[in-house]
């Protein structure tokens, strides 16, 4: 269904079973004490200084309830929901508990989900393709794999319970953004966690979505679950909703307990809220100040419990779901599913290493095929070009008066080769991360066989498309057609494209787009000036290192050597005089040493790019773990 389509497909009715496959689960409770939280905070004018965000916030959030983190803008609501999921831990002080025992970030991290407030998915997979990736990945490790059949069952339930049936095949891209929201839900219920936390989860909805959303949350929470959200202003209709809410202003708590003893407790304490006015955006005027000094912070500290306590099922009848004990325990586990224990499907066991790799490169594939005009236009540029340079230089390589346009003509293929394979790929990863980091974070996979899937695709095709490049050009412009020669001059060049692309990898994972775009070429402009626009004996001192690091200038020489040295013979001149029809004399006065080791510089352009890939998995797994 294109974007903006029906969203009357709504949470499930009362009647409908919840989520039957799930096994009954271990109901776990968090409980977090004085945590602080400081920030690095850098100013023009002033020096770094750290910030503190959070000062001493405690409470506590129960299973089986949906809890609204609530607070104006920079109150520190999302930055709270982060350091609980786990995904915020460093400059963080305090306790956190699970169930009464020390957070184990380990096992926490099998136990929780964390929907991000962005709806990252793969726009061109449908949902059910994206949902049955994310199943293998994540349900695929362990004796008790399910079966094709048990998990097509399970993302069957999965979609009628969050009413994306009718939307199954529609590509994510093309999903309103109450479907998408409810998509990014369902890829994190596969592996049933009982702690969901979720950033913002109606923003940008219109007000039906809105409610639908925390209805479903509401629903989701009735089977055991601990749900947590932010939320910056919610309507009276979606306040009455929540089971718990938990307020913070300026990095403190100003309330936490239930929403219907929020208007009491204010008005104990002089803040009478006007009639027809809601509750939620009173609240919000009085942690912004709007209505003088209030002190609720210092009397949450004094108290140090929920202000009210207020039984889960209050509301009654008001509630579509009803959440009496024998609505819960009649719950049907589908036979074909495999009965396993709360330990092993709620932890998300992993498949392995290599079954990751399998299905990583499978969806990336499936991906490429649907938009496959990135690849088309990367093979036809490296294919026009190879006409154009073999038509402008056609005929240079055997023939002593052009020797200088053969030299421009090498230079030109290796600069050539590298640059596309640089930029080709500097912007993988800044389009990517935020797609690896929910699925990395939610314990989808690896990311040694993530990053593995994504060369083992890149590689390839950027080899072919060398290839394809130099199996015009070098014949056109005449080089000579020795497999002394050709072997190692297309090796050199394939070399240079693949450490130019390892470059443009690790640009792209260590630098914002707009700096990786503009760095990434300087990079390549500086390393390609020696060996060409400056030699050995001409280079200052001071820049000798950047002459023997340079691989485009290894790579440039030995490419010369190869076409020019070992003992080529006199070259055909047609002209009355050709300076150059002594190869070795070319070689001497452009400073190509005679003894030029081409064994040696292949691989020094090879080690080059392998230390190159492996410090993108460095720089990646530092973004990624260090936060």
Known sequence: MPKGGSEAAGPPPPDRALLSYLPKRQSLDITFRNVQYKALALSLNKRPAMKQILFGVSGEFHSGQLTAILGPSGAGKSTLLNILAGYVTRNVTGTIEVNGEPRDLNKFGRQACYIMQENELRPLLTAREAMTYAAKLKLGGGSHAPSNKAISLQIGEIFETLGLTEHQNTRAGLLSGGQRRRLSIALEL??????????????????????????????????????????????????????????????????????????????????????????????????????????????????????????????????????SPAKLDNIQIISNLPKITFEERGSGKQSSLFKQFLLLYVRNVHILSRDCKPMAVRLFCHLGIAWLFGYLYRGVGNDADKVLANWVYIYGTCLFVMYTGKMAVTLQFP?????????????????????????????????????????????????PMEVSRLVPFFVLCVLTSFTAQAFGFFIGATLPVTIAVFIGPSIGVLLSIFGFCIIWRDTPWMFRWLYNISYFRAAFVSAVYTLYGNNRGTLPCKEMYCHFTYARKFLAEMDVPPDTDVVFNCLFVASTGVVMYVATYAALWIKLHVR
């Open 431 to 479: 389009l990517e991360i935020s797609n690896l980091t929910r699925e990395h974070f939610n314990k989808w996979y690896s990311l040694g066989p993530y990053l593995l899937s994504i060369f083992c695709i890149e590689i390839p095709f950027q080899i072919a498309c060398a290839l394809g490049y130099l199996s015009i050009s070098y014949h056109m412009t005449g080089q």
């Open 190 to 323: 596969l592996n049933n966690p009982p702690i969901m936390f979720l950033d913002e989860p109606t923003t940008g909805l219109d007000s039906a979505s809105c409610a639908q959303c925390i209805e479903l949350l509401r629903y989701l929470a009735r089977g055991g679950r601990t749900i947590i959200i932010t939320i910056h202003q919610p309507s009276a209709r979606i306040f009455e909703r929540f089971d718990s809410l938990y307020a913070v202003a300026n990095g403190r708590c100003i309330y936490k307990g239930s929403p219907q003893a929020l208007l009491p407790f204010l008005a104990s304490k002089g803040l009478e809220c006007p009639a027809y006015h809601n509750p939620a955006d009173f609240l919000l005027e009085v942690a912004c100040g709007e209505h003088g000094h209030h002190g609720l912070a210092d009397e949450i500290d004094r108290l140090g419990t929920p202000v009210v306590a207020v039984p889960e099922t209050s509301s009654g009848s008001s509630r579509p779901f009803e959440d």
